[in-house]
């Protein structure tokens, strides 16, 4: 709450500034929003360190939504707060749906969390339509910035403090001397050696064994063997994988190939033509917003993917794919998903009539509108084949566990 909340107070500070200052040169850019980037970083590597599992949702939805505050150096502010509240609710519905029915006050918490940043779209859209809006006549900001006061934080605006027995806060800073540490690695680094742990080992010849040598018994001496000298010994070297740079290429008229990033969250194609593909290849941990019509959508080999769309023409396709989360804002005939391991797509009013088809995939789930929070419905994994010997064809049904 508190790393929240300095966020929002570093913006209204720059704002206020703002207002009463001209606009800065380009170079001066990270420098006049370098309060507001830290904190964001900061609420960042907060839920990046954690290992709260019971909050996990929680902070990746403020952590995903708190991208949005960047908005004060983009042209297109509104849509830009948008896609990026849009990337979070993925996380405050699954808030939503773990405590629906046993804790009301989470419920209430990720519902503020959503609320939060349409007033702030808004005020964009109606202020700072194309970015942040400047006073001609004012003075220098850095100068305005580096005297001001900082400015208190706000009363409202930020995202409400988790309930109780929610995400627990930062654990405190200890003065304490740091404690040492057995390092173990080396040991679990030899044990995986497996039989070549004993590479290494040293023969012994027949006139070092005392078993061969009763002169040796008495002493517990065992002379080295002169003028032996033992070859290095030669490490294979370890194999890894090739790593590929990022890769965002628009080949206009055809597609958009987006390939081998990782922890993006602001990946963005905006005004496509309706004739265009979308490729998503190798990407881990991602957030993807497609704003506008385009004909198909593919993800292939991807992990940890968030896809917001507003219109596919034909289908969209996930392929090989583990922890994928969709949200259709518009309307997609056919979703294909095949060879994956989660999978969750939300639909809206408009695209409840979208086609799904499934193979060799698990724990997929649909979400569709409430009266107030989406409902989910699962998709089934086991069917039952029996022989009809009057048809004589297998008649296969779904397995329903009691």
Request: no cysteine; net charge positive.
């Given at each position: 709450g508190a790393l929240v909340g300095q966020a929002f107070a570093a913006q209204r500070t720059f704002l206020l500034a703002a207002s009463k200052s001209a606009k800065p040169a380009d170079a001066d850019i990270p420098v006049v929003i370098k309060p507001q980037s830290d904190a964001i970083g900061a609420i960042g590597e907060y839920k990046n360190k954690s290992r709260d599992r019971d909050a996990g949702n929680h902070l990746s939805a403020v952590a995903d939504c708190i991208a949005a505050l960047g908005w004060v150096v983009n042209t297109k502010p509104a849509p830009f707060v948008k896609s990026m509240a849009e990337g979070g609710e993925f996380y405050a519905n699954r808030v939503i749906k773990e405590f629906k029915g046993k804790d009301e006050k989470h419920m209430e918490w990720a519902r503020s969390l959503k609320a939060i940043w349409t007033p702030l779209s808004d005020y964009t859209k109606k202020f700072h339509t194309?970015?942040?809006?400047?006073?001609?006549?004012?003075?220098?900001?850095?100068?305005?910035?580096?005297?001001?006061?900082?400015?208190?934080?706000?009363?409202?605006?930020?995202?409400?403090?988790?309930?109780?027995?929610?995400?627990?806060?930062?654990?405190?800073?200890?003065?304490?001397?740091?404690?040492?540490?057995?390092?173990?690695?080396?040991?679990?680094?030899?044990?995986?050696?497996?039989?070549?742990?004993?590479?290494?080992?040293?023969?012994?010849?027949?006139?070092?064994?005392?078993?061969?040598?009763?002169?040796?018994?008495?002493?517990?001496?065992?002379?080295?063997?002169?003028?032996?000298?033992?070859?290095?010994?030669?490490?294979?070297?370890?194999?890894?994988?090739?790593?590929?740079?990022?890769?965002?290429?628009?080949?206009?008229?055809?597609?958009?190939?987006?390939?081998?990033?990782?922890?993006?969250?602001?990946?963005?194609?905006?005004?496509?033509?309706?004739?265009?593909?979308?490729?998503?290849?190798k990407c881990e941990d991602c957030v993807l917003t497609v704003n506008g019509k385009v004909n198909n959508i593919v993800l292939n080999q991807c992990k940890k993917i968030a896809l917001v769309f507003d219109t596919v023409v034909s289908t969209v396709e996930v392929n090989n794919c583990q922890r994928i989360q969709i949200q259709c804002r518009g309307s997609a005939p056919i979703v294909t998903v095949d060879k994956t391991d989660g999978f969750q797509l939300y639909l809206n009013e408009n695209s409840l009539h979208t086609e799904v088809i499934c193979a060799?995939?698990?724990?997929?789930?649909?979400?569709?509108?409430?009266?107030?929070d989406p409902v989910e419905h699962s998709l089934p994994e086991q069917y039952k084949s029996v022989y009809d010997p009057e048809t004589k064809t297998f008649i296969t049904e779904c397995v329903v566990h009691a």
């Open positions: 194309t970015g942040v809006v400047y006073n001609a006549k004012g003075g220098d900001l850095k100068a305005a910035l580096a005297s001001g006061a900082a400015a208190p934080a706000p009363s409202a605006g930020g995202p409400p403090p988790p309930p109780a027995g929610g995400p627990p806060p930062p654990p405190p800073v200890s003065a304490a001397a740091p404690t040492t540490k057995v390092d173990t690695s080396a040991l679990f680094a030899e044990l995986n050696k497996g039989g070549a742990i004993t590479s290494g080992l040293k023969k012994v010849d027949k006139s070092q064994m005392t078993h061969k040598n009763p002169s040796l018994r008495g002493s517990s001496l065992v002379p080295a063997k002169a003028a032996t000298t033992a070859p290095a010994a030669t490490k294979k070297a370890a194999t890894t994988g090739k790593v590929y740079p990022p890769k965002f290429e628009h080949m206009s008229g055809k597609k958009f190939d987006i390939e081998y990033f990782k922890g993006d969250k602001t990946l963005v194609v905006n005004d496509p033509q309706p004739q265009e593909n979308v490729l998503l290849f060799k995939s698990s724990e997929m789930n649909i979400n569709v509108p409430g009266e107030q």
